[in-house]
Structure formats: structure tokens, C-alpha cells
């Protein structure tokens, strides 16, 4: 009776225990739904104009010496576009010189660096905006000049550690700010 009771539960324990296999899942992405482009001017007294995103908040940092230090800040992205605004006195060699070093300080992270030249000659405006692929600090960086007088760098830097596929919509999306930024930017003089 008892070897009977001992069939009959491990039969029974088996027809039960049969489930699917399992399996993994695929990996899940983070969506992140961000609104149409909408810009408004810039209202921080630093030597230049232009437009900003709604979406960000314009931190003045400092504002002396003829220097103009600026956050362009996403808090719902966590990411900040940092602005560096110096008059140029005859050291724009070094200006341009410490750009490009900042800029390819992250070759060694980075998978590949991208430049894109602007010039608007009618405003006087002419820099490089550089983009940089793999994980990096600070994969969008640009600078400005008008070569005699004024000198900006921005740079975009993100408040979490690097992971340029989990990044790339958010990149993407402050990047196309950022260059209408630069589209738009007229010197005050």
C-alpha cells in the first residue's frame, strides 16, 4: 500500500511540476518620451545672444572679469550643457589649443570623434562642434569665436555614469538643441 502511495505521489508530482521551460527575456530599454523642440531667448547678461530650450534652466555661474560661466540645465534629463564665455586678448591660439585638448582628452574612451565646422559670416560667428561616439564623459562639445573678440565653449555632460545607448535618444535630443544654440548665437558688441 505504501510503495502504491509513493508511485501515485511522485506520478502525481510530475504531471504537476511540468511547466515551459524557461527562457530569457530580452533586454528592456528605458523609454523616454521627450516633447517637439521649443526654444526661447536667452536671458543671462553674458556677451552673446541666442536660444535656449524650454525645457532647460540657465544657471549663471559667474559673471566677472569679462567672463561668463553658464549652465544650461535639464533637471528632468539629469544633464547639464556647461558654457564658458572668455573675451579673447590676443591668446586665441591658446584658447582654440586648450578646446581641442579638452575635447580630445576623451580619445581614449571614445570610438570615434565626428567634427562639424560652422561659419556665419554675418554675425561672425565660426567654431567646430565635435561629437564623440562610446562611452565617454562628455560625448557633444562645441566652441565659438568670432576671432578677434569673443570665445565660447559648451560642452554636455550627463549627472550618471556613461552608457551611450542608454544616453542616445536624451544625446540626441540636447544635441539638436545645442546646435540650434549655435545657429542662432549672435555676439553683443
Keep these: 500500500m505504501r510503495t502504491e502511495f509513493l508511485f501515485i505521489a511522485m506520478i502525481f508530482s510530475g504531471l504537476c511540476s511540468c ?9 528592456g530599454e528605458l523609454r523616454i518620451d521627450l516633447p ?24 549663471l555661474r559667474k559673471n566677472a572679469d569679462g567672463n561668463c560661466w553658464l549652465d544650461l540645465s535639464y533637471p528632468e534629463q539629469n544633464a547639464t550643457v556647461y558654457l564658458t564665455y572668455k573675451p579673447v586678448q590676443g591668446d586665441l591660439k591658446m584658447l582654440l589649443d586648450e578646446a ?5 582628452e576623451h580619445h581614449v574612451l571614445a570610438d570615434g570623434i565626428l567634427t562639424r565646422n560652422f561659419t556665419d559670416t554675418l554675425d561672425h560667428v565660426y567654431g567646430t562642434f ?4 562610446g562611452e565617454v564623459a562628455s560625448n557633444t562639445q562645441f566652441y565659438l569665436t568670432d576671432s578677434t573678440k569673443h570665445f565660447l565653449r559648451g560642452a554636455l555632460y550627463f549627472n550618471s555614469i556613461p552608457n551611450e545607448d542608454s544616453l542616445a535618444p536624451v544625446t540626441r535630443y540636447i544635441r539638436e538643441d545645442m546646435i540650434h544654440f549655435i545657429e542662432e548665437l549672435h555676439w553683443k558688441d
Excluded at 100 to 104: I, N, W
Design 19 to 27: 511547466e515551459e521551460a524557461a527562457s530569457p527575456k530580452p533586454h
Design 36 to 59: 517637439d523642440h521649443s526654444y526661447i531667448p536667452t536671458t543671462v547678461p553674458c556677451p552673446f545672444n541666442s536660444e535656449v530650450s524650454e525645457l532647460c534652466l540657465e544657471v
Design 100 to 104: 581641442h585638448k579638452l575635447t580630445y
Design 130 to 133: 565635435f561629437e564623440l561616439s
